[in-house]
């Protein structure tokens, strides 16, 4: 199973594909998410609101039997400040390039072992693809997860500074603050 089958498995935004469907030079797939796929976009994402969602993908053949999917993901979303925890509102948008080779082919892209039975990783070279299976493929949820790979960690609201509160003790909780009492110490 890959990372992508397991948002597949749960993912709110669905568009399935017929992968024999794909012509030579590729297929175009808009997707909006309605009403209901917004507010469980949001209860998946774990954030306040998201209020637009949209991607347009290509899925062109790749390889021999694989598929490129290449486009951009979009969307306007609510999210709670890390500092204030007010209402920030963000956008997203993330372009879409992922490899995809049939789960059948996945031996082939086994990580090859050198004379020390060590991994060796070109950091120049190609990364390994996913992987799907079966006759269709879910560009709805390859969407999501470049949606939720673009959402801000850390939103914060603009203006909003974290300032620590002031702490009468805080020269006593200084770790220095013990060495310099047993140093007074006789």
């Known amino acids: 199973m890959t990372a992508t089958d397991e948002i597949e498995d749960v993912t709110p935004v669905r568009r ?6 794909v012509p030579n030079d590729g297929r175009h797939v808009k997707v909006v998410a309605t009403e209901d796929e917004l ?4 209860e998946f994402a774990d954030i306040e609101a998201v209020t637009r969602f949209a991607a347009e993908v290509d899925v062109r053949p790749w390889g021999k039997h694989g598929f490129l999917v290449t486009g951009k993901v979009v969307a306007d979303v ?6 204030s925890l007010e209402p920030v509102q963000n956008s997203v948008a993330e372009e879409i390039e992922v490899r995809l080779a049939p789960a059948s082919d996945a031996e082939r892209y086994k990580p090859k072992l050198n ?12 990364d390994v693809p996913d992987f799907f299976d079966g006759p269709m493929l879910d560009v709805g949820a390859i969407a999501v997860e470049f949606f939720v790979l673009g959402l801000d960690p850390y939103p914060r609201k603009p203006g909003v500074v974290f300032e620590p509160p002031d702490d ?19």
């Open 39 to 42: 507010a469980e976009l949001a």
């Open 115 to 126: 004379a020390d039975g060590e991994v060796e990783i070109d950091p120049e070279g190609e």
């Open 16 to 21: 399935n594909i017929i992968l024999a469907d």
């Open 78 to 83: 609510v999210q709670t400040c890390v500092v």
């Open 168 to 186: 009468p003790n805080a020269a006593s909780l200084s770790p220095f603050a013990k060495l310099v009492a047993l140093k007074r110490d006789p």
